[in-house]
């Protein structure tokens, strides 16, 4: 059964410093992985998505990295903004899934204070 | 971006009521919808997929009684949760994939979440 971790749970950094969040996954049979933000008390905003051939992707000040053999994909952010504080999740969907089912990490909280 | 809006986004209520969450695709064809469900500071986890037209499938654990899912059309799925209780009390998120793109998208778009909270 697919696991997904994500490390550190919470983070906090001043503003300006760039922000690395983890994510682990058990079995490396994926299709794609996906990040995504949520504020409070909201729905997700997909912010990038990798497919399992593709080694990263970029967006602006985000960009994400994948390593499927290992099971690890990293999202760094760029000069991190106040704006930027939200709950980050990643989420696989296993290569053989054709609904396209979602396994979902714990999210990594991120503040960054100005 | 494709947009997929979810109503109502708090509701309220007695115990013992029904609850009805929708979701709906607005400017795609979402063969495939996902009911989840997610408790504060905790993840998302699937409660269960809907397809147009057929019955949905639910994850281990979840009373597919207590959760009634339709997906009547190809930008309409709803969740139903019967007799609600207390501790149905939770955010409810639902996704719809866009598959009927040319070529095909296959990214799930999610709707911004209903709050449900049972008195």
């Known amino acids: 059964k697919q696991e997904v971790t994500q490390i550190p749970a919470a983070l906090s950094v001043p503003e300006g410093e760039n922000l690395v969040l983890n994510c682990s996954f058990t079995?490396?049979?994926?299709?794609?992985l996906q990040w995504f933000r949520q504020d409070p008390g909201k729905g997700l905003t997909s912010l990038l998505l990798i497919q399992s051939s593709q080694r990263e992707q970029t967006s602006g000040r985000l960009n994400a990295s994948l390593d499927k053999s290992s099971g690890r994909s990293t999202l760094y952010i760029a000069a991190s903004q106040p704006g930027d504080s939200a709950t980050y999740l990643c989420a696989v969907r296993h290569a053989t899934d054709s609904w396209g089912k979602l396994q979902f990490g714990a999210g990594t909280q991120v503040v960054v204070t100005p | 971006g494709a947009v997929v809006s979810q109503h109502p986004s708090r509701v309220i209520c007695k115990s013992g009521t029904s609850v009805k969450i929708e979701c709906r695709s607005l400017d795609f064809q979402a063969t495939t919808m996902f009911w989840y469900r997610q408790f504060p500071k905790q993840s998302l986890m699937l409660m269960a997929t809907?397809?147009?037209?057929?019955?949905?499938?639910?994850e281990q654990g979840v009373e597919k009684d207590k959760f009634l899912i339709n997906h009547a059309s190809l930008t309409l799925s709803t969740l139903t949760v019967t007799s609600a209780h207390p501790e149905d009390s939770s955010f409810y998120i639902c996704?719809?994939?866009?598959?009927?793109?040319?070529?095909?998208?296959?990214?799930?778009?999610f709707g911004a979440g209903t709050r449900l909270s049972v008195l």
């Open positions: 079995d490396s049979a994926i299709y794609n």
């Open positions: 996704s719809a994939r866009d598959w009927t793109s040319s070529p095909p998208k296959n990214i799930q778009y």
């Open positions: 809907s397809n147009e037209g057929s019955k949905a499938t639910y």
